[in-house]
């Protein structure tokens, strides 16, 4: 008998398997009992027939609990109806603990009764599908970045100053002489690693002390940061475009059964091509006059805002050189007009908004250091930075891409707290 995993299952069609699961739901009929049982890798209906077991363990299993443990063995029938295309006819089964009564039903619950139970509600089928799909999302961008000559960096998590402007800083105390804080981004650290590896990239958990509580914000989430030397604007655009285009084909390619589960409108994700629209900020403004949105020339877009502009194309939407004031310290002033600089965002459609900022970085050494004191950033901190701006200064620039709502657009799915195990919110961190 072999051990089996229900994802693979076809390959054991008409053999006897075995598996080890749990039982997410259960229905009877007349000499029949229906079980769905899942072993984390999918799901499949597992019939039990009442003639084959003793009488009193048929009747024992028809009071089993949701979410018992269980191991299955039956053999593997190919069955049209069911969207696996596969079940199994149960020749043994053994009880490996009788689950209490468990708090999530196979019915609709608020997610203010789910959060809490977050431990629980990652073993329900819309919650499975999304963290495979953030899996595989991983997945996509380490290959096509490995493919691409970037080296994997791994950056600090404690750092000793703000990156990403001062507002949500976490700070920790580092040790008797000196506080730190959870880092914002790991890519000041990669503008060292490329002078020493030309394409590098980090990829990891980043922290923002977000005070609002916001369909797209969390306190911590995972951002993965390209970083390359001797690049200017276009090469940042370009490999924006390029990780966007791989994520939704890897997506759409392997993870069907998933979106299917997730009721994924795929035509959205279908239609998206290459080259994205772009536009400058100043057009962008333009748009949302010519459209009556009230918005303040200069100012950063809101979610409504992004969403207007992000809805007019079926392509995510590129744009491109917003004023230096409401970025951060170290973008690289566009050579055009300095009051603006050499910065972009990408929007997604859908209402996603943006998925990704970054932009070219500033490569004289006493330009930024103005920059460190106009921010008010201690100059002593960002030594080792400007540093890098002595010795063999590049043209340089990278991007960061945000993993939970790239999630969150791909399954289509409304609030990024589900596309994380265990999601950081304000006043939320149980468990
Ligand atoms: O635009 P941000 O702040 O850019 C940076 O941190 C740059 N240092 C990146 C770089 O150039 N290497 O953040 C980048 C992305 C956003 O587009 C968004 O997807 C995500 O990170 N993000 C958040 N996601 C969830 N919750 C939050 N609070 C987020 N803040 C940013």
């Known amino acids: 008998m072999k051990d089996a995993r229900i994802e693979d299952i076809g390959k054991y069609e008409g053999l006897e398997v075995t598996l080890k699961g749990w039982l997410y739901n259960l229905r009877s009929k007349g000499k029949l009992h229906f079980l769905q049982v899942r072993d984390g890798?999918?799901?499949?209906?597992?019939?039990?027939?009442?003639?084959?077991?003793?009488?009193?363990?048929?009747?024992?299993?028809?009071?089993?609990?949701?979410?018992?443990?269980?191991?299955?063995?039956?053999?593997?029938?190919?069955?049209?109806?069911?969207a696996l295309g596969y079940e199994l006819d149960v020749t043994g089964l053994e009880?490996?603990?009788?689950?209490?009564?468990?708090?999530?039903?196979?019915?609709?619950?608020?997610?203010?009764?789910?959060?809490?139970?977050?431990?629980l509600w990652i073993r329900s089928r819309m919650q499975w599908a999304i963290l495979r799909i953030r899996a595989e999302i991983i997945r996509a961008i380490r290959d096509y970045l490995d493919d691409s000559g970037f080296l994997l960096v791994d950056t600090p998590i404690f750092t000793p100053a703000a990156c990403e402007g001062t507002t949500t800083l976490f700070e920790t105390q580092y040790d008797s002489h000196h506080k730190a804080y959870l880092t914002q981004s790991g890519q000041l650290y990669n503008e060292a690693t490329i002078m020493a590896f030309g394409k590098t990239y980090c990829f990891g958990p980043t922290f923002r002390a977000e005070k609002s509580k916001t369909r797209r914000h969390l306190r911590e989430f995972w951002m993965v940061e390209p970083e390359m030397a001797y690049a200017h604007l276009e090469d940042v655009i370009r490999y924006s475009e390029g990780m966007i285009m791989a994520i939704?084909?890897?997506?759409?390619?392997?993870?069907?059964?998933?979106?299917?589960?997730?009721?994924?409108?795929?035509?959205?994700?279908?239609?998206?091509?290459?080259?994205?629209?772009?536009?400058?900020?100043?057009?962008?403004?333009?748009?949302?006059?010519?459209?009556?949105?009230?918005?303040?020339?200069?100012?950063?877009?809101?979610?409504?805002?992004?969403?207007?502009?992000?809805?007019?194309?079926?392509?995510?939407?590129?744009?491109?050189?917003?004023?230096?004031a409401i970025k951060a310290f170290y973008m690289?002033?566009?050579?055009?007009?300095?009051?603006y600089c050499l910065s972009v965002d990408f929007l997604v459609p859908e209402g996603y908004g943006e998925v990704i900022g970054g932009g070219e970085r500033m490569s004289d050494p006493d330009l930024l250091l103005q920059r460190v004191r106009e921010h008010n950033l201690p100059e002593d901190a960002f030594q080792w930075y400007i540093d890098l701006r002595r010795y063999g200064s590049v043209p340089h620039g990278g991007f960061g891409l945000g993993i939970e709502r790239t999630v969150a657009w791909m399954c289509g799915i409304e609030h990024i707290r589900e596309t994380i195990a265990f999601p950081r919110m304000l006043y939320k961190i149980y468990p």
């Open 332 to 339: 690289e002033p566009d050579p055009e007009d300095d009051t």
């Open 248 to 324: 939704v084909e890897r997506v759409l390619d392997r993870k069907k059964v998933e979106l299917e589960i997730l009721e994924r409108d795929v035509s959205k994700l279908e239609a998206i091509q290459t080259p994205f629209p772009r536009m400058s900020y100043q057009d962008a403004v333009k748009i949302l006059h010519e459209k009556g949105v009230d918005f303040k020339d200069g100012g950063d877009f809101g979610s409504e805002d992004e969403t207007i502009l992000s809805s007019m194309n079926h392509s995510p939407l590129v744009v491109h050189r917003f004023p230096s």
């Open 41 to 82: 890798s999918g799901i499949i209906q597992a019939v039990m027939f009442k003639p084959n077991f003793d009488p009193e363990f048929f009747k024992e299993v028809k009071k089993l609990p949701q979410e018992s443990s269980i191991i299955v063995t039956g053999k593997v029938k190919k069955d049209k109806r069911s």
């Open 95 to 119: 009880i490996i603990q009788k689950s209490d009564q468990y708090p999530i039903q196979p019915k609709e619950h608020s997610v203010e009764f789910l959060l809490p139970r977050r431990h």
